[in-house]
């Protein structure tokens, strides 16, 4: 009889944590029954299989996003108590949290009814501020985790003096998805790509002055995304009288049409928790340029090898780097095939297998307490 498993998310529009768990979920339900228990009723951004379950803790018409200290008690009360209630409904074997808030969720409820949990960090803990109390209380409830789950080395240093028991490190996983729709002998055009929300972290106004300050004959610069510095970028770019060179496309549903028919990607952000944007672009076989920024493209990208490393903010590098490459179709070769070597490592499969082990190991040393 298949075990029951169940991730727990604050939702399941577009963003990493939530690909990430789309795609966990579609691999090992094959291996477990899957739940989704997911804080506020959204409709899903990925693909999920039809065996998948979800369940909502709240209608979206009760999200606050503001609330004051008493309303913020009660509905992170009603939020644990439905997560519990869940949980012994589908007699869930383990629960899985995702991000900071949930994972605190997800200890609550696991030690309430008697079941392991497995929690996982997704973003950049040195730079992901999400308020003196909830820092406080992950500090404090981190310590009751079964098991920690990070994606970098650098992040499980971090974590070592928050959680007395195993700390795992497990990459993310390709989508699915896109993987299965990556065509290679697709035609390319002189595209530079850059695929990720548009806000501060991500610095992609960094990358719009860059392309707009080197020779762009007959190159477009594409912008995949969405996000609250969208109209800022949009005003930045007619500022430039770059409106037919540099284009906002918004989210998609068919990024893989982005990543088939470019050559080059741009990764200018800050900070990651973990790029899933730049192991899809290499995954796909574009040329790879990406600030060295904590944590992930250096664990990812071999400088001059598979890929190219700048120093973050830093636009005389990214115009440089960008011109070469746009200029050198032999390095954009080089670079794509050794990008596509590099990313078998974060196949689904691969990734679902170790997710599995982890989970099985979790679920048997809980029986023998």
Known sequence: MKKTIAFVLPSLNAGGAQRVVSTLANALILEYNVCLIVSYECKPFYKLKPDVNIEYCQPDSNYNPNPNPIQSLFNNFKLVKRIIYILKDYKA?????????????????????????????????????????????????????????????ANKKYFKNYVKSSIEIINNPLDLELLEKRNLQTPKENIVLNVGRLAFPKNQDLLIRAFSNIDNTNWKL??????????????????????????????????????????????????????????????????????????????????????????????????????????????????????ILTTTAYHPTDIAIKWSHLIEKMIDNHSKK
């Not at 808030?101 to 997704?122: D, L, M, Q, W």
């Not at 500022?239 to 284009?247: A, E, G, N, R, V």
């Open 93 to 153: 074997d383990i629960a899985i949290g995702f991000m900071p808030v949930t994972n605190i969720y997800t200890i609550i409820a696991t030690k309430f009814i008697g079941i392991p949990n497995i929690i996982s960090e997704r973003a950049n803990p040195r730079f992901n501020s999400f308020g003196k109390f909830w820092t406080f209380i992950r500090r404090i409830g981190y310590r009751y985790a079964d098991c920690l789950v990070v994606q970098t080395k």
């Open 222 to 339: 594409i912008l995949v995304g969405d996000g609250k510095n969208f109209q800022d970028y949009k005003i930045l770019i007619d500022s430039l009288h770059m409106h037919d060179k540099i284009i906002l496309a918004g989210n998609s549903q068919e990024v893989h049409k982005f990543y088939n028919t470019s050559k080059i990607f741009a990764f200018t952000s800050q900070f990651e928790g973990f790029p899933n944007a730049l192991i899809e672009a290499m995954f796909y076989g574009l040329a790879c340029i990406s600030t060295d920024c904590p944590h992930g493209p250096s664990e990812i990208i071999t400088n001059n090898y598979n890929g190219v490393l700048i120093p973050i903010s830093n636009q005389k590098a990214l115009e440089a780097n960008l011109s070469k490459l746009m200029r050198n179709d032999t390095l954009q070769a080089e670079y794509s095939k050794k990008a």
